[in-house]
Each structure stands twice: as structure tokens, then as C-alpha cells.
């Protein structure tokens, strides 16, 4: 999950379940305020650890550093505690009213475990039990970056904010209306430049839906009469309920990717039902064999899209075949580098290509985890070797996107 959504998340726990205030209010600085900056902070925290990588040139940290020990169950409450006893300085340094250490502790503790979580619904892969042990769990739930469930985080808050006093009530719900209306029509933007177009109608919708959420609770200003907390609590119940409903898709797109297994009588090593964006409907059905990977993209809103391609192509099915290189001394000996060793420790589903360039030989590594959104891009984490006729390594490290 995206930093930014983690800060969010942190936010409206604070307000839904501590009592908090938002951080910018015009009172002066309280406890509530307090609260809710520090469960906001705890949920970002995690995410400090990439802060290494501006002091190292190891290209790999993000395979072996990130989300491990900042991101880890079993090092949570030493970071809680911490980070309450330098929330605890601080405030007394600048003589505000803040809750007790304990209580702090707490607050953080929270605050990190929605971190700690929301990255494990996506399919990156977390290091919960580090250092004690270093395997990456992931639930396959989320995609990394989620711009619904982002929304449905922020969008009580919002309304929460709007509908707080009587004055200026109007300009702030029109306001905020046109603000998210305006960002729905970025992210369709966004999805049609990295390769996961969403539809006019879908973004249509969002912005009648939106319109609704912000002006509807304004007739007879019966909104001012939902409580603060009410706003957050049904904000934090929707995210609970999102996030379900993503899991029983994942269900249902794994028993897809299980039949397709079942009917091609694949040697399965190993499958995921990995979410594609736009939306949950948009599933990636991976099953790694001796041979290669096959890809099952899936929409659950309807039949399965036909578009097969590979070398064991099927008309009846949505389905990709990526072979493995036939092996050779060229990808043993680059399968023989620690860095290599690295990538394929933390590839899922990788995919080993060969090709000469002369009298060089390339070598790369792909993990089809991270899919290929657009043809003229390279997919993602694609690691290449360069090697020479002597099977010298003239160049290693990951294939950037053009």
C-alpha cells in the first residue's frame, strides 16, 4: 500500500475508534489532536525504512530491506514504545495536554499494525516475522495501489470536516465535491496512461456517487446532526466491508485459476490469484510449473475476456504461456550470482529469458507478480544479467521502464 494511504488510514482510526480531532482543526492543540496525529505518524512509520535507500547504492534493498523489520510484528512494540516516549518529550517540551505514555504506546501500536496489514493484503510481499524469520507473506486482497479504497478512507473524513459547523457549510461541501470529482477524473487519467483504463461510465458513476455523499447530507442540514465519530465509524466499517469484499473475490478468482489448472492438467508448483486494477472485478490467475508461468487475466463482472497467446495458446481461454529459457551455461552461471539468488529468493512466479547480442549472452529474470500494464513498457522487477562469450559478467541490475 501507498504511504499516503497508510497516513489516511491511520487518521480515520484515530477519529473512529480514539476519539480524535482532525489534525488542522482551529482549537489549539489537545489531546484529541494529538491522538490522531500519532496514530497518522504510526501508520506511516513503517515506511521510514526506505529512507536507507538514499544512503546506499544497493539497487537490491528493496528486495531485501523494505517492509522487513520496520514492518515487523515482532519489533512492533519496541517501535511503539519509542515512538511514545519521543511523542512524550516532545509534547512536554511544548507544554500541551497529551494522553498518558501508556495510552501513546497504544496509539502507535495501532497505528503501525494497519500498516503492517494493509501491505499484507497486497501481493508485494511483508516480512512480518523478521528477523526472526525472512519469508514475505501476502494475502493477494489489494492492489498496491488502491485509489477506491484510498477514497473510501478519506471521503468521511471529509464529510466528517464538512459537516462540523453550520457556517461556510455550503462552500465546503460544494467545494469538496468538485475537488474529488476533479480527482476521479485524474485517476481515470492515470489508469489510462499506465495500462488499466477505466471507463467513463465507471468514472461517471463516482461522481455521482460523490456528489451524493458530499450535497445529499446538506438537505435540511440534517447532516450537522450526525455526530463526528459517527462520520468515521461508518467510514472505517465500508473499509472493513471493501476489503472483505476483496477477499471473497480472491476467492472466487483462486477457484478460476484451480479449474484452469484442472483442465489444462498443469504440474502446478505454485498459483495466486493475484488483483489487476482498475477495480476488484480484475483478477491475474498465476500458476508457476516446471516449464514456465501461465497468466489467467480474469474480469469476475462477466465472461472471461478471449485474448490466448504463447506457444500453447487455447481459442476457449484467456491464457498465456511465458516459457523458461531451455538451460544453458550461460543462465547457470548467472543463476549463480547472489544477486540472482536475491531475485529468484523473492520472485514468485519468475520467468527466466535468453537471448544473444552478438557474441554476448543476456539473462533476465522477470517475476510475473508484477504484471506488464503496457506493451511498450518492460514489466516490472526484471532483472538482467550481461554476460560475455567467457561467461564474464559484463553488466547486472533491473531493466528500467522506458
Known sequence: MDTITHGIAGALIAKAAFRGQDMLGAK??????????????????????????????????????????THSLVCLPIFAVALAALTRWF??????????????????????????????????????????????????????????LSAILLVPQMVAWVYAQEKGLQRRALGSWIVFAAGAAGVGAIGMSVGAPISTRAIF????????????????????????????????????????????????????????SSSLRLDVQSRGALPFPPSLWHWDGLVLTPRGVYELRMDLSGETDVQAAGTEADSSLNYRFYPDAPPNAYIEAAKRLPEVQTVLWFARFPVTRFHKEGADAIVEISDLRFPQMRPDRPASFTYRVHLAADQTVLSQGWVRPM
Open 28 to 69: 489549539p492543540v489537545n489531546r484529541e489532536r494529538i491522538i490522531t496525529w500519532s496514530l497518522m505518524l504510526g501508520a506511516i512509520f513503517p515506511d521510514s525504512d526506505v529512507l536507507r535507500e538514499f544512503f546506499s547504492h544497493d539497487s537490491l534493498l528493496i528486495l531485501t530491506w523494505h517492509r522487513s523489520i
Open 91 to 148: 509534547v512536554r517540551w511544548r507544554k500541551w495536554d497529551a494522553p498518558s505514555f501508556g495510552a501513546l504506546i497504544a496509539v502507535y501500536a495501532v497505528g503501525i499494525l494497519s500498516h503492517i496489514l494493509l501491505d499484507l493484503v497486497t501481493s508485494f510481499g511483508t516480512m512480518v516475522w523478521s528477523p526472526l524469520k525472512w519469508s514475505r507473506p501476502a494475502w493477494d486482497l489489494i492492489f498496491i495501489v488502491d485509489f477506491t
Open 205 to 260: 458513476a463516482a461522481v455521482v456517487i460523490l456528489a451524493a455523499v458530499f450535497l445529499l447530507p446538506g438537505i435540511r442540514k440534517w447532516g450537522l446532526r450526525v455526530r463526528f465519530v459517527s462520520w468515521n465509524v461508518a467510514g472505517l466499517l465500508i473499509t472493513v466491508g471493501y476489503i472483505g469484499a476483496a477477499a471473497y473475490a480472491h476467492h472466487v478468482a483462486l477457484e478460476r485459476v484451480d479449474k484452469f
